[in-house]
């Protein structure tokens, strides 16, 4: 990617204003800019993604399994299947931002995928035609999902019995975590909220208990990652992998 590039992300991300008056349209305003240069930028930024569906994918039959990407954006994580993709009875790219749905379309046309499809649609509303499905992924959408409670109560209700949650992204730790969890020091907790809500990203302290809440937990990991162009490379951006089951 050119470094003009990276610069019309940043100037996307922290200084052009967002304007809508829905949640949908402040959404597609955002990406309708930058979606051609979206997936190069987000690739080196959003880490995880890839094992999250290598680790969604391990033991799991993909014989008519039906799958929901929520906020999957221009489809980039369509290529984390590898060829289980064919075998899969349907996947769902859902999210509110049309212009990264366009990038999708295309994708899956060149891709010759005839068991995907899009959905310009809610993520705490939505229900495929099949009425419920056997995965669901939330890959760095969570946080800009204003009620995101809603977003996971939903994805409870729309998955079958036995049916798996994947979640990746970005957070900070409750001032007291759970006795296994990560502490983050109160830099890093009000660090990072500040510095991703410039860009509508809201890590939460509240993501992590609500998910083993609501989820019987398969997996969980707390990681480390450093943003690209940011100048401190010992202060990393914290993130964590969840894989639950219902």
Not at 77 to 83: E, Q, T
């Amino acid at each position: 990617m050119s470094i003009f590039g990276d610069l019309r992300i940043l100037y996307h991300m922290i200084v052009r204003p967002v304007r809508g008056k829905s949640h949908a349209e402040r959404m597609d305003n955002f990406y309708s800019g930058q979606a051609a240069d979206y997936d190069d930028f987000r690739r080196r930024l959003l880490r995880g993604r890839e094992d999250l569906w290598q680790k969604m994918l391990q033991g799991a039959p993909c014989d008519n399994t039906v799958w929901m990407d929520m906020g999957g954006g221009t489809g980039s994580n369509l290529h984390f299947f590898g060829d289980a993709i064919d075998r899969l009875q349907k996947v769902y790219v859902v999210d509110l931002a049309g212009s990264l749905l366009e990038v999708a379309d295309r994708r899956i046309h060149d891709s010759g995928w005839t068991n995907v499809d899009t959905a310009v649609a809610d993520a705490t509303t939505f229900v495929p035609q099949e009425g419920s499905v056997d995965a669901i992924t939330f890959s760095y959408s969570l946080t800009m999902i204003p009620d995101w409670f809603a977003a996971i109560d939903h994805a409870w209700n729309v998955l079958k019995p036995g049916g798996r949650i994947g979640v990746v992204d970005f957070y900070v730790s409750r001032k007291h975590p759970a006795e296994e969890h990560v502490r983050h020091s109160w830099m890093k907790r009000t660090f990072w909220p500040a510095w991703f809500g410039y860009d509508n990203v809201f890590p939460s302290p509240d993501h992590v208990p609500y998910l083993h809440r609501k989820f019987t937990s398969v997996l969980f990991e707390e990681r480390l990652t450093r943003l690209p162009w940011f100048p401190n490379p010992l202060f990393k951006a914290p993130y964590y992998l969840f894989i639950g089951q219902k």
